[in-house]
Nanobody, 124 residues
Framework: QVQLVESGGGLVQAGGSLRLSCAAS????????MGWFRQAAGKEREFVAA????????NYADSVKGRFTISRDNAKNTLYLEMNNLKPEDTAVYYC?????????????????WGQGTQVTVSS
């Protein structure tokens, strides 16, 4: 079982940057594929990015490719999301999640542990 706590959200102007962190506790972090999802007000939760444990392969939603970078530090049990050139449409609560899949899956149903989320607000 992996317990997850996100941090790093906040208010930023369009074009700015933020780095989200997800601290994991539990022994299985280093063997979990990890993902970032987001949920804007009134919308469904959507995939943002994922990274595998086996070879750190990554997968990104088209809307964030070239702007966001997912990474992980297994020694620190921490997942990161570097977000650059932020846009107002990136405004959402961002969640990290853990999956037992060995691929960088974008399917929400593949993730079995979720953090509480961190708010990201991008002003225009």
């Amino acid at each position: 079982q992996v317990q997850l706590v996100e941090s790093g959200g906040g208010l930023v102007q369009a074009g700015g940057s933020l780095r989200l962190s997800c601290a994991a506790s539990g022994r299985t972090f280093r063997w979990s594929t990890m993902g970032w999802f987001r949920q804007a007000a009134g919308k469904e939760r959507e995939f943002v990015a994922a990274i595998t444990w086996i070879d750190s392969s990554t997968n990104y939603a088209d809307s964030v490719k070239g702007r966001f970078t997912i990474s992980r530090d297994n020694a620190k049990n921490t997942l990161y999301l570097e977000m650059n050139n932020l846009k107002p449409e990136d405004t959402a609560v961002y969640y990290c999640a853990a999956s037992a899949q060995i691929v960088a899956t974008m399917r929400l149903e593949d993730y079995h542990n979720w953090g509480q989320g961190t708010q990201v607000t991008v002003s225009s």
